[in-house]
């Protein structure tokens, strides 16, 4: 006898996730990945990823994460982190970064998108408007999976593809949360001493209007995730630190995967005010999103290790260096002969953005057919600030080098030229 499966379709489906779109990134990677295996040469510039073939995690830190599996560390870690690295980062802000918080402050989880994720469930309604700028990284598909009302502002290279506090004050009167990320994904550029501090200063004077009539705070989530990695005389500045008032309102995001090329270890944090960690604690205990317990005990020692860290990053920051100003300078000459092509200099995270000026040329009305064209004839794989969620077709391209090679990049320019040529 045979048992016929009633065919599942959309009508099982939920609303919520009919409704949400699938990440563009991770499309694209999983065809330039095909393509690759299928042993062509392709220069990869969409994820923002490390090869360990490039880049490796710190040895040091390697080995503490040996230690700690042979020391049988494999159980379930408390549901806000071991208290040895809660402990660790709050003395690492207060070294590095001059922050002072209490252990309260600090929730450890698996990596740095569940800290965002609690972060919007903790404090966003259905309905709260979000701000938040025009590409940047998923900050679309929260505000859609909390049913916020999204606030986005589209930035360009006339504000260093970032927000500024003339562009969020007409939006700030009846907002819940404003989200920066700086250095930014998917851009590469970093936000300006003056700026940070502009932002600041207006979250706190909003919050004092608000004080007055028993409104719902304004908050600010600070992705810092690629803090660490700045260059070219640029530097990493917090609200907190040069507003100090702002403290009550601001939310950090932080972890390993970008300073240390550790991105499938998946320990991330969060320094923001104990109320707000506190119920993002207990959504992530629902959730099980938690770090892996061996990585949180290797961490926490790692993180006391200031001579180590500095000397990975010395490495790690030249060889990023190295790759992004091969692109940039690369590119930078072909604009000088005349092909279409501009380029933001390298000034933070692993990024470079990259504008292929190729619309209404020939036959191209789109980025998705730039991309297509740099794939199929030079086999140059790039990302569209439309996976980022600017919709305008403008050329606007994220160049990501945390797993490509000085040769594949070298190679992969020369090709460029060849194909961009044909449009000078």
Not at 223 to 239: A, E, K, R, S, V
Request: glycine share 8%; with cysteine; aromatic share 8%.
């Amino acid at each position: 006898m045979t048992t016929t499966v009633p065919v599942c379709d959309d009508r099982s489906l939920s609303q919520l996730a009919l409704g949400l779109t699938g990440s563009e990134i991770l499309r694209i990677s999983a065809e330039i990945r095909a393509i690759s295996e299928a042993g062509r040469d392709i220069c990869n510039l969409t994820v923002g990823d490390f090869s360990p073939k490039e880049f490796r995690i710190p040895r040091v830190l390697e080995g503490l994460i040996s230690d700690a599996f042979k020391a049988g560390e494999t159980n379930y870690p408390p549901s806000d982190g071991t208290k040895e690295l809660r402990q660790a980062v709050i003395r690492y802000y207060d070294d590095v970064l001059g922050l002072k918080y209490p252990l309260e402050s600090t929730l450890i989880a698996g990596g740095a998108r569940p800290v965002i994720f609690a972060a919007y469930s903790a404090i966003v309604d259905p309905g709260d408007k979000v701000i938040f700028p025009i590409p940047s990284w998923n900050n679309n598909h929260y505000a859609y999976l909390m049913r916020a009302e999204a606030v986005e502002i589209a930035v360009g290279p006339e504000t260093n593809f970032l927000l500024t506090a003339d562009l969020i004050r007409p939006h700030v009167r009846d907002a819940r949360l404003i989200c920066v990320c700086t250095p930014a994904n998917p851009t590469g550029t970093v936000m300006a001493r003056e700026e940070v501090e502009r932002i600041a200063r207006l979250v706190v004077e909003e919050n004092e209007r608000r004080a007055a009539s028993g409104q719902r705070a304004l908050l600010l989530l600070w992705d810092q995730i690629y803090w660490m990695l700045t260059f070219g005389g640029f530097h990493h500045y917090t609200p907190t630190k040069l507003v100090p008032e702002a403290t009550p309102y601001t939310i950090y995001v932080d972890g390993v995967s970008k300073a240390f090329a550790a991105t499938g270890l998946r320990v991330g944090w969060t320094v923001a005010p104990p109320l707000i960690t506190g119920r993002m604690r207990d959504i992530l205990g629902h959730i099980g999103a938690w770090a892996p317990r061996p990585e949180q005990i290797a961490v926490a020692k790692f993180l006391d290790r200031r001579a180590d860290i500095d000397e990975y990053h010395e490495g790690m920051i030249r060889e990023l260096r190295l790759r992004l100003d091969l692109l940039y300078d690369g590119l930078e000459a072909m604009r000088r002969e005349g092909i279409p092509v501009r380029a933001i200099a390298p000034q933070g995270a692993i990024y470079l953005s990259v504008q292929f000026d190729l619309i209404g040329r020939g036959s191209i009305t789109s980025n998705s057919q730039i991309r297509r064209l740099l794939l199929d004839d030079a086999g140059f794989a790039v990302v569209p600030f439309q996976a980022f969620g600017l919709p305008n077709e403008s050329g606007w391209m994220r160049l990501s080098v945390g797993a490509v090679s000085p040769r594949q990049i070298e190679a992969g320019l020369a090709r460029v030229r060849d194909v961009l040529a044909r449009y000078a």
